[in-house]
């Protein structure tokens, strides 16, 4: 029989712990898709109580508007974007927007973006003395012309973005890793060693969509960023791999890309996962957590499995 | 967000679609420019937005105009009578119906709905309103000679829905359709205000929804005869409650540049602010 908590909406055997902040679910909402965390509170139903924690939209050290529109296109099974990391700067969000935020409904991690090694500090910095739970480091952004994946394709610049940012703070450091390189592993393995306390596994892959009448990409930016269920298996197969490094150092992974059904992240967690991360799914679905709470724990119960922590990695390779 | 069930659905010339949807809450709550935000399929990863073209709030249904132009609206046209869109709405800023007496409401293309919701709103106030409709397409419904506003053989014909409700309504297009005007909606609007004396023109607040060069043109319109103007924008769209930026447009502030996100910001802009 499945313990399910009214008051915390929440089911027992989800409750898991992720680079030692405590969540009730292993439900993350990424960044990028959920603003700085109130948005989808207007939607009747939607409580982010329900998941274990929320990424906020990536922050750089001064506001950005970002890029020219158009930002979002479909593709087959998923879609493309090119926000351009639009925020309002760090002081901004440190001041305005984290004093609003309920910090006793979920854990809240801030995501933030340099254009230079220097800038990752100095974000890190600055976010060490407020009350985010923990800090995600974008070096993965595809959609920037200094920084973001520029930085995530290059092992030798993660290390210095992670060492320079771990200097910076004593806040949980999660970096999000490009899936864009030869070697994602590798690539995990310099982030460890610099200090990560736990990896996001992937970004998004890059992408373009043509206009055949005007000849001219979709995206305003040219490419974007390409994200849905159309890059679920590579997601997959690179948790898989990040796995095999990061369980012998014990970091966590937070397992995204393309994760649309109960099924899908089930998949993710017997790869190595020990939470996942829901984005594009839930603008179609804003109700899918629920869904995939209640998925994942009766997974659990018909198992025979107490928690989450029991099914990661958990996979038998032919 | 709703599951709504599909109660009427019928195909125009021109790839165009008039579905009904039932819901009491929406016919209820929706002020006229707010869209919704409709999965199609499936099998499509994301949802539409469409905006609001009429409710019947007696009846708890609401009316969308949606044309063919991708995927996403050709499944939809493939939904039958009886099947169920998930809505999340209404959703944004509609149009801020104000004290002005002589609305003037243009709407071209698929840009109609919102201007025919105006319509549906003031319909019994003491607003006299004009409404005029463009379209390169066959129109979303049969026009038909109308009794109301101006008397002009060659112009003569309007929406049959906006006659039912006593709002005067003229038609334009270049492709010649009998009853029409032959050109652009801002050709017919300028006529229009220029039979009007400086007192009425003082009255005079444009509502404007459709293409972009046609908002561009309906903008300029009002600065040259000083009115102001609202404008319903368009742009692509994936979470519809403010959460992704990925449906922005540059808008003009007093403290500059800014990227306001349609969805939530808008769609009803200040024209000024855009053009």
């Given at each position: ?19 030692g ?27 982010n ?34 926000i351009g ?10 001041n ?37 739970d ?6 993965s ?32 450091i999660?970096?999000?890793?490009s ?26 892959l ?5 206009n ?62 020990d939470?996942?991360?829901i ?23 018909k198992?025979?499995?107490?928690c ?11 | ?52 073209m ?95 506003g ?34 652009y ?7 229009y ?6 007192n ?15 908002l ?43 990227m ?16």
């Amino acid at each position: 029989m499945l313990s399910y908590s009214i008051m915390s909406r929440m089911y027992n055997n989800l409750k898991t712990s992720f680079c030692g902040l405590k969540l009730n679910s292993p439900i993350v909402l990424l960044s990028g898709c959920v603003g700085f965390g109130e948005e989808y509170t207007r939607i009747e139903g939607f409580s982010n109580a329900d998941v274990g924690a929320i990424c906020l939209k990536g922050t750089t050290l001064e506001p950005r508007l970002g890029n020219a529109p158009h930002r979002v296109a479909e593709t087959s099974s998923g879609m493309l974007n090119s926000i351009g990391l639009q925020n309002p700067g760090t002081e901004a969000v440190i001041n305005d927007i984290l004093p609003s935020l309920d910090m006793d409904e979920t854990r809240f991690i801030i995501n933030i973006s340099g254009s230079s090694v220097e800038e990752y500090g100095e974000i890190a910095r600055r976010f060490d003395d407020t009350d985010i739970d923990a800090i995600e480091i974008n070096i993965s952004c595809p959609n920037v012309k200094e920084g973001g994946v520029a930085f995530g394709n290059d092992p030798e610049m993660s290390y210095r973005v992670v060492d320079v940012c771990r200097k910076n703070t004593s806040k949980p450091i999660i970096t999000k890793l490009s899936p864009n390189q030869t070697d994602i592993a590798n690539s995990a393995l310099r982030c460890i060693n610099a200090g990560s306390d736990g990896l996001a596994v992937i970004n998004t892959l890059m992408g373009m969509a043509i206009n055949i009448s005007e000849r001219r990409p979709v995206i305003g930016n040219n490419q974007g960023g390409l994200s849905g269920p159309a890059i679920k298996p590579i997601a997959l197969l690179k948790v898989h791999q990040v796995y095999q490094v990061s369980k012998k150092y014990k970091v966590p992974i937070i397992g995204q890309g393309g994760i649309a059904t109960v099924n899908d992240a089930i998949e993710f967690i017997i790869a190595g996962a020990d939470v996942v991360g829901i984005g594009t799914a839930l603008f179609y679905d804003p109700l899918l957590c629920n869904k995939i709470n209640k998925g994942v724990a009766d997974y659990l119960s018909k198992n025979g499995l107490d928690c989450v922590d029991d099914l990661v990695g958990s996979l038998v390779l032919n | 967000m709703c599951d709504c069930q599909i109660l009427a659905h019928y195909q125009y010339d021109g790839d165009q679609f008039i579905l009904t949807l039932d819901s009491s809450e929406i016919a209820k709550s929706t002020i006229p420019g707010q869209f919704v935000h409709v999965t199609v399929s499936d099998s499509i990863p994301m949802r539409r937005p469409i905006s609001v073209m009429s409710v019947d709030i007696d009846n708890g249904t609401f009316d969308l105009l949606y044309k063919v132009v991708g995927e996403g609206t050709k499944k939809l046209s493939e939904s039958k009578i009886g099947d169920i869109l998930s809505v999340i709405g209404p959703i944004g800023n509609g149009f801020e119906l104000t004290d002005k007496k002589l609305p003037l409401l243009i709407g071209g293309g698929v840009g109609m709905p919102p201007i025919i919701a105006i319509a549906q709103k003031i319909k019994d106030t003491d607003c006299d309103p004009f409404v005029i409709l463009g379209s390169e397409v066959p129109f979303p419904f049969t026009p038909e000679h109308s009794n109301i506003g101006p008397e002009c053989d060659e112009v003569s014909h309007t929406m049959p829905l906006l006659e039912e409700w006593g709002v005067a309504c003229r038609l334009t297009s270049l492709q010649g359709f009998e009853g029409v005007y032959k050109g652009y909606v801002t050709d017919l609007a300028k006529a229009y205000l220029d039979t009007l004396s400086k007192n009425e023109l003082s009255k005079v607040e444009v509502f404007a929804c459709g293409p972009h060069p046609m908002l561009e043109a309906v903008a300029k319109l009002s600065v040259d005869y000083n009115l102001p103007c609202q404008i319903s924008l368009e742009e692509f769209m994936a979470c519809a409650v403010g959460g992704c930026a990925g449906c922005t447009v540059e808008v003009q502030t007093e403290r500059g540049s800014a990227m306001k996100r349609v969805c939530v910001d808008g769609p009803v802009f200040d024209a000024r602010s855009i053009f």
